[in-house]
């Protein structure tokens, strides 16, 4: 049974840096073909791809907001750290990791995790 | 960077099918992967890959995808459907996920 859960802080100020950690279990990031991904969703708008870390840490990146963002893996402890620097109120969204197989799609979610922005 | 269009709304009467659009250049040559999101909860997949439904999804939904418009089809659409409708590719050319803009489909 694979399950993901992220957990950080509810509220940043303006300028600093969100770090957000992905806990799974039920697979490995060590196993070809599997990806851990980020995806947001500001509230009331639609979801928004942000980074996909893969088994063989290659890394991708949103093109819009790649120099804000890093994401790393500890395939030991079966976690995905997305990092975002420099952050703004409009960045206040939900945001949810979520597994990714072979196929380019995500089949798994986290339930999600709201981040607001505020000074 | 690549685009996926769809209704920002679509309503259908209960027991009746929907149809939700998802349009994109070229979007036929693409594997394009749908999910359900209810309000308050995470997104689920109810269709990849343009028409393979995961298991626990029922057969009721459907999908196809040709030319530059992909379709997610609902048959005997129930109030429990009601929900925001995401459309998502993998854009090779900028090795980007996309998203589309979603679609809330109301069952009257």
């Known amino acids: 049974q694979i399950t993901l859960k992220e957990s950080g802080p509810t509220l940043v100020k303006p300028t600093q840096t969100l770090t957000l950690t992905c806990t799974f279990s039920?697979?490995?990031?060590?196993?070809?073909?599997?990806?851990v991904g980020w995806i947001r969703q500001p509230p009331g708008k639609a979801l928004e791809w942000l980074a996909l870390i893969y088994w063989d840490d290659d890394k991708r990146y949103s093109p819009s907001l790649k120099s804000r963002l890093t994401i790393t893996k500890d395939t030991s402890k079966n976690q995905v750290v997305l990092t975002m620097t420099n952050m703004d109120p409009v960045d206040t969204a939900t945001y949810y990791c979520?597994?990714?197989?072979?196929?380019?799609?995500?089949?798994?979610w986290g339930q999600g995790t709201l981040v607001t922005v505020s000074s | 960077s690549y685009e996926l269009t769809q209704p920002l709304s679509v309503s259908v009467a209960l027991g009746q099918t929907a149809r939700i659009t998802c349009g994109g250049n070229?979007?036929?040559?693409?594997?394009v992967h749908w999910y359900q999101q209810k309000p308050g909860q995470a997104p689920v997949l109810v269709i990849y890959r343009d028409s393979n439904r995961p298991s626990g999804i029922p057969e009721r939904f459907s999908g196809s995808n040709s030319g530059n418009t992909a379709t997610l089809t609902i048959s005997r659409a129930q109030a429990g459907d009601e929900a925001d409708y995401y459309c998502?590719?993998?854009?090779?050319?900028?090795?980007?996920?996309?998203f589309g803009t979603g679609t809330k489909v109301t069952v009257l």
């Open positions: 998502q590719v993998w854009d090779s050319s900028t090795a980007n996920y996309v």
């Open positions: 039920g697979f490995s990031l060590s196993t070809s073909g599997v990806g």
């Open positions: 979520a597994h990714r197989l072979d196929g380019d799609y995500f089949d798994y």
């Open positions: 070229n979007i036929g040559s693409k594997n």
